[in-house]
């Protein structure tokens, strides 16, 4: 079993429409989890941090659910711009951090 | 957030040739840097974690010998990739760690090294 498992999509909506993802770790242990947004032959970025009491930024909903060892990401009002691969991070103990193969989404006009 | 900068962005080489990729750290120290792989329409997998001034801890399934790892500065982290053959061809990516950020993300990445060997 994979640490970080993903749905790798792709996810093809139209313009306005809300979308989710979801994410399920293995690792109990896991002490943050973040949401991080690559485009293609791209390095990764930061898209937002994942807190237990879910967390919102704009249009970007995320939430993490330690009981199920499950997080996901809602995007709302979806934009052509929001097309690109969606990676699912979390990091245990120390600085290891394990990422998942990502979700791709593609929003159409 | 904090910069790094990777060089080169992209190098062709024939098989058998060592390259290096130099990860850099422009605006703070790093005392932790880590280099990943990542295949098309794959995962970026850790290979190792390089810690300024000892020894880089390679993941399992990682070759030490073949994938040499540097850590001279705070601010310079370099993988060489020895005898190079087309499948190593992958995106290398290097992060840095910021000890001094706020928040729960220290991790920063650079633009990542495409390598593509002949």
Known sequence: ?109 | GAVVSQHPSWVICKSGTSVKIECRSLDFQATTMFWYRQFPKQSLMLMATSNEGSKATYEQGVEKDKFLINHASLTLSTLTVTSAHPEDSSFYICSARDPTALGVNEQFFGPGTRLTVL
């Open chain 1, 1 to 109: 079993r994979k640490e970080v498992e993903q749905d790798p999509g792709p996810f093809n909506v139209p313009e306005g429409a809300t979308v989710a993802f979801n994410c399920t770790y293995s690792n109990s242990a896991s002490q943050s989890f973040f949401w991080y947004r690559q485009d293609c032959r791209k390095e990764p970025k930061l898209l937002m941090s994942v807190y237990s009491s879910g967390n919102e930024d704009g249009r970007f909903t995320a939430q993490l659910n330690r009981a199920s060892q499950y997080i996901s990401l809602l995007i709302r009002d979806s934009k052509l711009s929001d097309s690109a691969t969606y990676l699912c991070v979390v990091r245990a103990g120390g600085f290891k951090t394990i990422f998942g193969a990502g979700t791709r989404l593609f929003v159409k006009a």
